[in-house]
């Protein structure tokens, strides 16, 4: 039996680092970082009837969606020890998501192993075609030496690297006033490869939630002054994610940008951590993948270029599922996606 809260914060990061399956999505400063832009953030914990200590929780994120309604989403969690906490926090959670009208809650478990379809369907969870994070990705094996993990990558990526140490690129991690002049380096490097990207504000927020805390860095390549390239890698117990980089688009023959995510790779070794995720390729196989990265730049084809010469082992998460709490408003918001995606299909 179990005890439900809401924990504090602070409680709740120390348990998300303690945790096998910990991710940077349930990390408090991410429910904060979210908050500022929309989101409601809500946290439900277990403790035993006995303890105060928690042993399951998670972080789950609530966002209006017009008259629609508000759209609950739980990214990568819930973290639990036991399987039978599934029945005393589920409940929770739907509760939760009901007193603040929500109309369904999306979850995502992210790469989770054990769930089967048939449980699925007892927790009343429909498979669904929308999905928020990427559900494909390269995660690098960190639990070697830096001579393993260069063994691992392919032969380009390595003399790339070499490359930039030998054309005088340097590596140092950026502070506060480098966020500017980071941004700025986003902003041109979604133009030049049609994605979009966050406003300047965003990484600010981002770098004073988690980089004090020692949860990120942001790494950049420079090159006599210049900055070439930059990184901002997160961590969250043993594992480890690169969610933004940019490169600029000069001097792009001195391979700035892998400078800098090697010097990502070796930060986030340095402190503990057993995997390195490169957060995002295309969704498809690898044979496909293979025959299709050197002439496709739509979507996230034009990064796995780059992603898949780090030695990362392609992996597809569970995937995404929507729980209905009012039909009608779910087939209104599936409704406004296909206008959506009508609307960015090309010509």
């Not at 348990?15 to 979210?34: D, I």
């Not at 017009?66 to 609950?72: D, P, Q, T």
């Amino acid at each position: 039996m179990y005890r439900i809260v809401q924990p504090a914060a602070a409680d709740w990061e120390l348990f998300v680092h303690g945790h096998p399956r910990a991710h940077v999505l349930q990390l408090p400063a991410w429910g904060s970082l979210k908050a500022a832009y929309g989101w409601q953030v809500v946290r439900v914990g277990l403790t035993p009837l006995d303890s105060s200590e928690l042993v399951a929780g998670a972080q789950m994120l609530l966002r209006p969606l017009g008259r629609v309604g508000k759209l609950a989403y739980l990214p990568m969690g819930p973290l639990l020890g036991a399987d039978d906490q599934w029945d005393a926090l589920w409940p929770a959670l739907h509760r939760r998501a009901g007193r603040r009208r929500a109309f369904m809650l999306k979850w995502e478990p992210g790469h989770a192993a054990g769930y089967s379809a048939q449980q699925f369907e007892a927790w009343r969870f429909r498979s669904s075609d929308h999905s928020i994070q990427p559900p494909r990705s390269l995660i690098i094996d960190l639990r070697q030496d830096e001579e393993g993990i260069l063994a691992r990558m392919n032969q380009g990526t390595r003399r790339k690297i070499r490359l930039s140490h030998k054309h005088g690129v340097r590596c140092r991690q950026g502070g506060a006033a480098d966020l500017p002049a980071f941004a700025q380096l986003m902003s041109e490097t979604g133009e030049r490869n049609a994605f979009g990207v966050h406003e300047a504000d965003y990484y600010r927020r981002a770098f004073e939630l988690f980089v004090p805390r020692g949860n990120a860095a942001l790494w950049l390549a420079e090159h006599q002054g210049q900055l070439l390239a930059g990184v901002m890698v997160f961590r969250a117990g043993r594992q480890a994610w690169y969610l933004y980089g940019a490169s600029a688009s000069q001097k792009r023959k001195l391979m700035a940008s892998y400078a800098a995510q090697w010097a990502a790779i070796r930060w986030a070794r340095d402190r503990g951590c057993h995997s390195y995720d490169l957060w995002g390729v295309p969704d498809a196989g690898l044979v496909t993948l293979e025959a299709g990265f050197q002439t496709r730049r739509d979507g996230l084809w034009g990064v796995y270029g780059f992603k898949r010469g780090w030695g990362g082992e392609l992996r597809r998460s569970a995937g995404a599922f929507d729980h209905v709490y009012n039909p009608l408003l779910h087939r209104l918001y599936r409704v406004a996606l296909a206008l959506r995606r009508r609307g960015q299909a090309p010509a």
